[in-house]
């Protein structure tokens, strides 16, 4: 194929592009990419030569193996959450508790009966005319 403008031609972009570059001419991409792949075959026990059936199973049960993991990780966040939330709940009604407690408290100390009328007025008043 004929070279374009930049020195390089269509055949060897589409190589690139499907991981058959020639040596010298991959970028840091395509390197990392062909080591993840050769990492990926390694780990699923394949071979670069294996059949396109044989990668495919690997594959799927990468696909399964990561589903289950995945499911085990979100059910344990779920869990971790869930009982976060509880406890939270539990500092929020013990505060509520505590709100109510010192709610009636200040009502029967402003509502007190005063001693020396026996009439319920706030503490602070007395029963003579305002003004005295």
Do not use: C
């Amino acid at each position: 194929m004929g070279s374009d403008s930049s020195g390089t031609d269509s055949e060897g972009e589409n190589n690139a592009a499907n991981g058959t570059a020639e040596p010298g001419r991959e970028s840091g991409d395509d390197i990392e990419a062909f080591r993840l792949r050769q990492r990926w075959l390694d780990g699923a026990g394949l071979q670069p030569g294996a059949s396109a059936e044989d990668v495919a199973q690997a594959q799927l049960a990468y696909i399964e193996r990561l589903e289950k993991e995945n499911a085990r990780y979100v059910v344990q966040k779920w869990k971790d959450l869930k009982a976060r939330l509880e406890q939270i709940e539990g500092h929020v009604q013990a505060w509520r508790r505590q709100e109510s407690a010192t709610k009636e408290t200040a009502a029967a100390d402003s509502t007190s009966t005063n001693g020396s009328t026996g009439s319920r007025e706030p503490l602070g008043m007395s029963a003579a005319a305002p003004g005295g």
